[in-house]
T-cell receptor, first 112, second 116 residues
């Protein structure tokens, strides 16, 4: 049962342009959403999060948008840099915090 | 910056043997997790642990698996009677607080388990 879905396995973007990564979820009990970045041979690194009481959270070049009615969140990276090339996972949890559900990841390639 | 550390980075084990994966969570964190990622697949939750007991576990975490916090710093995952399909990356994560507080998990770099 795939409660968090990332339908785009890969994305290529030119350096300096915007990268938009998308994520959908099915469980209406989720109230905390996160994006992680993962390089090969490393663990996921926390990037940015948003709680369900907000619809936008911004941290430097990274902005996460949450559309609760559509059960959809997105990560915007602008401007994209070659160092952003990695696999990006979205994750979600309910307020118990006992389990985080991960999407299958989107591999972002930023072309210099 | 404090980090979660996992040892070993790569473990090769004969099928049927027992293996123990070790993790040192961030020192003031209270919640601990194990995940696994089979090659090419998503990161899957195995178990969460708080106050010296399991908080939640997935269907994957059956009697073959156990977790322990043997002292104040280590958090271990034991896999008994390993099978070929247990081959995966195993990630440990920790979190400062849990229920009702939105905080991210912090992950270690994983242990690659190869069952022969």
């Amino acid at each position: 049962d795939q409660q968090v879905k990332q339908n785009s396995p890969s994305l290529s973007v030119q350096e300096g342009r915007i990268s938009i990564l998308n994520c959908d979820y099915t469980n209406s009990m989720f109230d905390y959403f996160l994006w992680y970045k993962k390089y090969p041979a490393e663990g996921p690194t926390f990037l940015i999060s948003i709680s369900s009481i907000k619809d936008k959270n911004e941290d430097g070049r990274f902005t996460v948008f949450l559309n609760k009615s559509a059960k959809h969140l997105s990560l915007h990276i602008v401007p994209s840099q070659p160092g952003d090339s990695a696999v990006y996972f979205c994750a979600a949890s309910s307020n118990t915090g006992n389990q985080f559900y991960f999407g299958t990841g989107t591999s972002l390639t930023v072309i210099p | 910056e404090p980090e979660v550390t996992q040892t070993p980075s790569h473990q090769v084990t004969q099928m049927g043997q027992e293996v123990i994966l070790r993790c040192v969570p961030i020192s003031n964190h209270l919640y601990f997790y194990w995940y696994r990622q089979i090659l090419g697949q998503k990161v899957e939750f195995l178990v969460s642990f708080y106050n010296n007991e399991i908080s939640e576990k997935s269907e994957i975490f059956d009697d073959q698996f156990s977790v322990e916090r043997p002292d104040g710093s280590n958090f271990t995952l034991k896999i008994r009677s390993t099978k070929l399909e247990d081959s995966a990356m195993y990630f440990c994560a920790s979190r400062l607080q849990g229920a009702g507080v939105n905080q991210p998990q912090h992950f270690g770099d994983g242990t690659r388990l190869s069952i022969l």
